[in-house]
T-cell receptor, first 118, second 112 residues
Framework: GAGVSQSPSNKVTEKGKDVELRCDPI?????LYWYRQSLGQGLEFLIY????????KSGLPSDRFSAERTGGSVSTLTIQRTQQEDSAVYLC????????????????FGEGSRLTVL | GEDVEQSLFLSVREGDSSVINCTYT??????LYWYKQEPGAGLQLLTY???NMDMKQDQRLTVLLNKKDKHLSLRIADTQTGDSAIYFC????????????WGLGTSLAVNP
């Protein structure tokens, strides 16, 4: 598709279960970001991929959170043993930014995956 | 660490101008951005300004940058109800892997 696609758009799960959130970036975009947006909060950076590698995982809140990216394209954010405080909208963004190329650094966002942990 | 601050709420009447303000701390900012988030949607880039500029105009939008005071503003002329959204200010430092530092967002309410 033309834009960043995220699935599922809504996920309700029970505390303690694992969830996987998927992001399909815009084709050809080398950079991919995961953010978390909680009610009344700004954007919380989670992790950044350049290609398949993650040079910055500094935002992952705990070791229950992990993410991978394969083929320089699709990324999956996995939350193990979910807790109620994990409830939020998880936003994925991609960017054509390449280290050697000047650009505006614009991020293209998906519509997010809303996670509710009961 | 670096920080970006914005006021949380702004209410204006339809047809008036809106001014959303943002301050940041990173003196090495290269780009500063305004993103718009409509209800239930992802964020969309509205406009941006390079740090060596002090003004950028794009139709109803005017961005002013005061680099000395580290102050950024977004003016929306003739504000319409469709402009009701959350507006996020963000700054990027090219030496930091383009990880943006975000404000908390300003919720703009446009009243008829």
């Amino acid at each position: 598709g033309a834009g960043v696609s995220q699935s599922p758009s809504n996920k309700v799960t029970e505390k303690g279960k694992d969830v996987e959130l998927r992001c399909d970036p815009i084709s050809g975009h080398t950079a991919l970001y995961w953010y978390r947006q909680s009610l009344g909060q700004g954007l919380e950076f989670l992790i950044y991929f350049q290609g398949n590698s993650a040079p910055d995982k500094s935002g992952l809140p705990s070791d229950r959170f992990s993410a991978e990216r394969t083929g320089g394209s699709v990324s999956t954010l996995t939350i193990q043993r979910t807790q109620q405080e994990d409830s939020a909208v998880y936003l994925c963004a991609s960017s054509p930014w390449d280290r050697g190329r000047r650009g505006t650094g614009e991020l293209f966002f998906g519509e997010g995956s809303r996670l509710t942990v009961l | 660490g670096e920080d970006v601050e914005q006021s949380l709420f702004l209410s204006v009447r339809e047809g008036d101008s809106s001014v959303i303000n943002c301050t940041y701390t990173d003196s090495s900012s290269t780009y500063l951005y305004w993103y718009k988030q409509e209800p239930g949607a992802g964020l969309q880039l509205l406009t941006y300004i390079f740090s060596n500029m002090d003004m950028k105009q794009d139709q109803r939008l005017t961005v002013l940058l005061n680099k000395k005071d580290k102050h950024l503003s977004l003016r929306i002329a003739d504000t319409q109800t469709g402009d009701s959204a959350i507006y996020f200010c963000a700054e990027a430092n090219a030496g930091n892997n383009r990880k943006l530092i975000w404000g908390l967002g300003t919720s703009l309410a446009v009243n008829p």
